[in-house]
């Protein structure tokens, strides 16, 4: 028979230039990658034993030595189907995970495929080599066909089942290789003369590196280690399949810090090569890194392989990282999380990785995810909905908490404070949805509700008939920081008729100390339009005094813990009324919090304190209530207190 070889020479020139964009591409060290390695060095030395097995005639080197080429492509030439259900197999990442029966149906025939064409040259049976040194087909050839088309018809069977941990886009390029693979076979097969099975495979397996294996959107740019995302799907694809695992995060806590002193470039650089040192544990499993200094080593059955990795890098910690002239020493965090043990889903494996992000102190040892609670992540997804819930439903309400004059011996002003009752959650304290609420910027939404309820609360006019000056309304940083923050306020108040003296704004400690630029504007726009302000919990935030000289604030609210300390203990009570001095000489007006007793309140009036709020008076009620509060007060048990 005359062979036409042009397809397998043309399939040679496809393998090697596909070889040498593999080795010289970015890279990530996983089994997928070396799986595919081994596809493209068999597909690659099936081609150049079918190309030798044409030219080398047995008058050359031998009939045995014709026999070894025959028997050398065959068997590489049918590992290829095999070898392609491994790797859809690495690319779904449940190689681990399939069954014993899955394994048989996976292994048997290629074991006996083997073993007929190895035996071939004894047998006969495959390959026949006749007397004169020429190829023939054995009568059990088909055999060898059949079960290549097995294996194809197994990808298409695994592909399709698998499909829900591979892109689309894989799942149609699987199954397009896969067709025409089985194209070239039929042609091989009906005109043995056409060599083109080889150059069938050398198109798929370009095809494959180009489609499949382009992990740029899988590799962070930086680290060179698989992403953040990477490890969500490949999380997503163990759990669903059932795969047992052991994660280990590493965290390096002080690379903020590292890189405020020594800059962006020196932080890369470290944050570079500490990436390559893992590189050498992950021979087994996986390494990724999940942003914000955080890396994770996957490992798979050899769980036990975590304690020993965890040492070593212990180990290596002790010594510094040299990055140019400078030499660290570095500390790292770390968490063991085993997969279902700790975390049955991806999102309680994520919930994990944020609570280890956030941590502000790890014990010294690597610690176990079963120790900590990671209820906090769960609650904060629950309150963020419930969030939602109500401003969708307009379910919040605004309770109102009395301040009372020392001057007047009376109740001049109220706090608005919010109150989110959920169907679900009940009672959310103020405190732990606010804060959430300003990570998420819905306190926007939230700002605006209690702003527009107190405007109508003044408008309805019964308080102020009762002896309300003005409403004192909460406001958050992140409020601060809106461009046209003061517009929406005056319009409010335009659209309910309230005059800006009704109303003063509450800014906390913490807040006013971080005064960005856009936030002093706006308390002085809100200012000179008439509204007061006020410095809330005094003494909790920073010791810079800065925006105390020099923002517009009317009153200053000392803290209720800061005046428990200060009613409790000397050193405390020293530094409140110095504070109380003070600010009297920078003509602010002091209102105490958290008054409840009758002892607290003499003391916090003998102090020089010019407003008290506190449950002694009331704890915060809705607006009806609050007006029987203030008709209760209006008649003589005020002037009692206060005589
Ligand atoms: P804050 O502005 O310092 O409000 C005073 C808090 O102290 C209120 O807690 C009030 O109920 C509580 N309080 C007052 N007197 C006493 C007392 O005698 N004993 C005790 N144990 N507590 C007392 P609340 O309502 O739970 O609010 C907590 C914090 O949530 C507020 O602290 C404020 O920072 C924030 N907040 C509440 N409503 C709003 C709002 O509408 N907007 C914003 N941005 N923050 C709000
Ligand atoms: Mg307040
Ligand atoms: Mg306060």
Redesign the pocket.
Known sequence: MHYIIHYDIASLVIFLITSIIFAFRKRIPCKRNKVFAMLLGIASASAVFDILSVLITSDMLGRNFKIFLHTAYYVTHNFIPFWFVIYIMFLTDTSSSVTNSFRIRLYLPEIVNILLIVTSPLTGWIIRIDSSGNYDRGPLQPICYAISIYYLALGIVYALETRRMMPRQAVLSVLSFIAMTLIAMFIQMINPALMVECFGSALCIMLVMFILQNQDDMIDSGTKMLNRSSFVNNCLANCTSGTQFSILLIRIPDFTLLMRTFGTRFSNTLLRNFADYLYSFIELGEGYYLEDECFALTYFRDGGRVGEVYREIFTRLGESWKIGSVDTLISAYFLRIDVPKDAEDTEIIMDYVEHFKRMKSVPDHMLHASEINIYDQRRREEVEKAIERGIENRSFS??Y?PIYSADKKRIVSC?????LVDDQLGNI???EF?TLA?QNGM?IK??RI?FEEACRFIKKGEAMDLGIQYVE????VV?CMQSDLAEQFMSIMDQYKVDPSNICL?I?ETAAAYTPHIMEQNIRLLSDMGIKMAL??YGTGYSNMSYLLNMPFKFL?L??GMMRAALERDKARIAIESTIVMAKKLNMQIIA????TDDQLERVLDMGCDFI????FS??VPGDEFLQVLKKFSGDEVKSHAN
């Open positions: 605004v309770y908490q706090e608005a404070l919010i109150r304290p103020p405190d606010i300003e306190i939230i700002g209690v309304v909460n406001l958050s409020q509450e906390t809330d919990d609210k803290d209720k919090e958290g008054i409840e709020q506190g449950n002694y704890m915060p």
